[in-house]
């Protein structure tokens, strides 16, 4: 268009293997530390999505080898107990970028069908190494052999070598190596704070590392329960767009328009289809490509529902010179009038709401770039009585892990006193449906820290980059000083008993069929309003727990320390008074019964076993 | 041989009668699985009462409880124990201490296992002024002034000489040290 008009330069296709040989950073490839760590991470999610996916449970290998040659260069081996992949489709799962399994709408580990691919782009192009692939699928009597490559101008698999010998024993799995330019020295306390973190959410898996340097990490499996495996679900309605609409369209042409909607979409059902078609004034037995394009543009508004986002999406576009306008053109489904009586509902519940300085009457020929966010949120409540119910999105394809899960993965690694995880119901942002998790460990032996450790998780996969900027953390972190406490960011953990420092570990996950990332290093999660409320509530209820059991123990210890202060006298108060008696009641039998009938005293008053009180003087001579 | 006092053997005998008579009271608490208290007349201000015809100040009717079984006070009952038992033997050992004695023959390690079962160790008083504060309290306790339990608060006279002096089963041979030796 205007670059072709005004320079002469030429443009040339870059196939999909090119592109992310020349943009290797977007996929976590930008020096050899962080390519290390990303392509251990690449190959353990393949290899438990092989497994737990299909309620397997998983035995991981992973080795890190130095190469004897260069010592900069090193083979990353996974090993896996998964279904194996057919032999005729892995030249494309190793050698084909965004050939994947996982377009589909349920929550996966990996998304792009990339991330593998990448590691053995940045493999070959490192240090010229293939990849190298052993794999047999359950019922196969064979183990296949593949050594290949990357034709990345073709973006097509070589195959260097290939070959099959029969199995002897029962084996199934997939064993990859990628051999890369990597920083061993540097990337090490990523690449176990994974591993650890992977230990955290699959207590069902059986993992073991072994370091360049020959260290050995074995994470023994404690449970063995398998979450349950998403299922594959029809997109929600609130969650589409133009381009995608136009997509389904397309492979659904002979169906009448209400066939379309309720057999495509989640969540609409006949008496909804009806009431939407109304709205937007299209016949319910239109066929759907006899739609004209005016038309596919108000299903598709009207599909998205009514959000925050919606609107905000149009608000400083500058086009709009009144907010009556601007609603218009968002929901043309809507008429003039009812635009019209959101805006005074709006205005009625703001007068009640808000003092009189900060008091703006919306009107129609209000200025849509002065919204502000409690008017749009006020909006949209009015303006949803309009809209006809959709069922929220479902929660099926998603897969949390459970509170079971949690606390045995948290069990597991860090060996807590105390320790306890919340799930919370699904929900939706942007027509997309999320689960919150979060699990809470405390004291035992995670070591004393000033601040929270929050370990990350989303769909399962740790989150180790960019904490910093991370929802979570501004959930989590601890609010510093008063002025902060009114504010909305960080956590009041002294109003949950906690004092910083403390030993104490946030377990964080949420589990969507899509997160919302920051950026393309899928390493960090926006702070989307929905997914931040519900972190904030699922962290009180886990917080909740957690103060009681402190306040508990706290109570205990008192009980005890009493029990030790009054024992500790036991042994020279019964020697002293024996002194005085032996030569009234005769013998020296005296003194045990005097112990004895003390310690009973103190049982009877506090309570407590009188073995656990004599534990206060076993052992201990009495001085004379 | 030391001279011993005919008032002495008497005053000696009294005191160890009403020491039996007290304790075999509280061993009997004890035993019965009754809570151990020590009651004993409070020797505060408050609580004292001046007899004007025999121109004497008494303590008053107001008594304290002094419980084993409450934390701030099962540490002043060991106390209480202690002393009892020291001044019961030199009682009986025909001794006369003084109440820098008692406080030495008192003073040793009470070792314990605290509530991580870790051993610990505290000194059974610190300071002379805990002991001569018990002293007090037992003086009251009993009924009976220090000088009826023969403790010696200052010093009366002098022994000096070419003497031994047994005492209990100690030997004090005067001629080889200095004049505080009996005081």
Redesign the interface.
Known sequence: MIAETLTPEKFRALSPAQFFAKYREIAGFSNPTRALYQTVRELVENALDATDSHGILPNIKIVIRRSPENPSHYTITVEDNGIGIPPQHVPNAFGRVLFSSKYVLRQTRGMFGLGVKAAIIYGQMTTGNPVEIITSTMGSKRIYYFKLRIDLKKNEPVILERGSWRKIRDWHGTIASITIEGDWSRAKRNVIEYIRRTAVVTPYANIVFVSPDGEIIYYKRTITKVPIPPKIVKPHPHGIDLELLKEMIKHNSEKTIKDFLINSFHGIGYKTVDELLQLIKINNNKKVDSLTENEIKKLANILRGIDREVILQFKDSGKYKTLLKMLQEVFPWLSKEKIIQAIEYVNKILVNKINKGQLERLNSKFDPTKLKLEHIDALVRALKKYYPRIRPPSPSALSPLGEEIIIEGLKRVYEPEFVTAVTRKPLSYQGHPFIIEVGIAYGGKILTSDKPVLVRFANRIPLIYDESSDVAWKVVKPKKDEKEKRGKEGFDWKAYGIEFPAPLIVFTHICSTKIPFKGVGKESVADVPEIENELKLALREVARRLRIYILKKKKE?EK??????????VP??A???S???R???GTDG?EP??RE??I???A??TGIDKMKIM????N??V?T | MAYISGIDKRVRERGIEVFKKKFQRLAKRILEGRPPTFIIPKRTLSNTIYDERRRLLLLGPEILRRSFLDVNESRKFMQTTLMAAIIYDALVNNEYPTIRDLYYRGKHTIVYRDEKSRLRSEYTWDEQRESDSVIRDLEVYLGLLREELLILSKEKGKVVGNMKIRSGDDVIDLSRMGHGAML
């Open positions: 210890e005890r320390r009493r029990i030790t202060v009054l024992a500790r006298y020279e108060i020697r002293n008074l002194i005085i008696l030569d009234i009641m005296i019964l005097l009938k003390l009973e005293a103190i009877v008053r534990k206060t003087i076993e201990v001579g001085e």
